[in-house]
């Protein structure tokens, strides 16, 4: 299950966006971030595929779940205009943004590409 995660959350296991200006992963293996909430039909259904893909990679990529309901601020600091948006991080680099309820496969061939 991909872990759901605060803006505290967030600026100690991702970015600490409010102290850093340069983009700085803090995390030890790469990361997927799910910007969601409750309310929208294309979230929930991706949010099976999240958590099939957050096993499938376990160990390998984190999978952590942002309800944009909950942190606007954590949302604005990253330019969320649509939901859902996944948030792609590699170990080095900077991340990516993509926006939609991406099928499986896409998903995975964007993971094994830019993340492992």
């Known amino acids: ?5 605060t803006s505290e959350d967030f600026k100690a296991k991702v970015f600490d966006y409010e102290n850093n200006k340069e983009w ?6 790469p990361a997927v971030i799910d910007f969601y909430a409750d309310w929208c039909q294309p979230c929930k259904m991706l949010a099976p595929t999240i958590d099939k893909l957050s096993k499938d990679y376990d160990g ?5 779940k942002v309800n944009t309901e909950n942190e606007p601020e954590l949302s604005g600091a990253f330019g969320i205009q ?3 948006s996944l948030l ?3 170990m080095e680099g900077q991340p990516q943004m993509a926006a939609g309820a991406l099928p499986e496969t896409q998903l995975k ?4 590409e830019n993340l492992l």
Request: charged fraction near 25%; proline fraction near 8%; hydrophobic fraction near 40%.
């Open 1 to 5: 299950m991909a872990e759901q995660i």
């Open 24 to 29: 700085k992963y803090e995390g030890d293996i």
């Open 60 to 64: 390998k990529v984190n999978f952590y």
């Open 82 to 84: 649509s939901i859902p």
């Open 88 to 90: 792609f991080i590699p």
């Open 109 to 112: 061939k964007i993971i094994d």
